[in-house]
T-cell receptor, first 115, second 108 residues
């Protein structure tokens, strides 16, 4: 089974702190994604990566950056956390190269609270 | 603009009832995902389909490409089916666009 893990289930940080959210997948997937999920808004794409050291902005990249130094690991960075970044953060991964009809696998989510 | 709409937003039903959740999208798609999210956050893929119908246990997913519409049905619903069900589509690229979800509550 594909497994996508995230470093924390719950995280509480203070305004202005630098926050790292880590995501690891164990199935050699090329594509990895970071989303945030807010009530009434659904999942929104922050950043995604097609391969190591490659990244592209999603729909709401402001205030975030990412790092993909190894294929299995995709990190989301909040350079200076703000209260409006309080949310559920979900990581996902998916294989590519066989067309786009491939299932996307999600991590368990990190509920981040910024005080 | 590529959009995905789900209905209803909330649905409460008695155990045993037949459940239908609907998903409509604005333009042609390559494929559609139905996802399930239980309290606590984890998201599980139920179906991925690009045409026709798929069935897994008590769950059935259908898609009508011409009408740009998909439905998720649950037969003989059970309290453990209580979750948020999310429709997500590929609009011809590598990125999923998500509906806002349908919160289903099944009462014993």
């Amino acid at each position: 089974d594909v497994k996508v893990t995230q470093s924390s289930r719950y995280l509480v940080k203070r305004t202005g702190e630098k926050v790292f959210l880590e995501c690891v997948q164990d199935m050699d997937h090329e594509n990895m994604f970071w989303y945030r999920q807010d009530p009434g808004l659904g999942l929104r794409l922050i950043y995604f990566s097609y391969d190591v050291k490659m990244k592209e902005k999603g729909d709401i990249p402001e205030g975030y950056s990412v790092s993909r130094e190894k294929k299995e690991r995709f990190s989301l960075i909040l350079e200076s956390a703000s209260t409006n970044q309080t949310s559920m953060y979900l990581c996902a991964s998916r294989v590519t190269g066989q067309g786009i009809y491939n299932e996307q696998f999600f991590g368990p989510g990190t509920r981040l609270t910024v005080l | 603009k590529n959009e995905v709409e789900q209905s209803p937003q909330n649905l409460t039903a008695q155990e045993g009832e037949f459940i239908t959740i609907n998903c409509s999208y604005s333009v042609g798609i390559s494929a559609l995902h139905w996802l399930q999210q239980h309290p606590g956050g984890g998201i599980v893929s139920l179906f991925m389909l690009s045409s026709g119908k798929k069935k897994h246990g008590r769950l059935i997913a259908t898609i009508n490409i011409q009408e740009k519409h998909s439905s998720l049905h649950i037969t003989a619903s059970h309290p453990r089916d209580s979750a948020v069900y999310i429709c997500a589509v590929f609009f011809g690229n590598e990125k999923l666009t998500f509906g806002t979800g349908t919160r289903l509550t099944i009462i014993p």
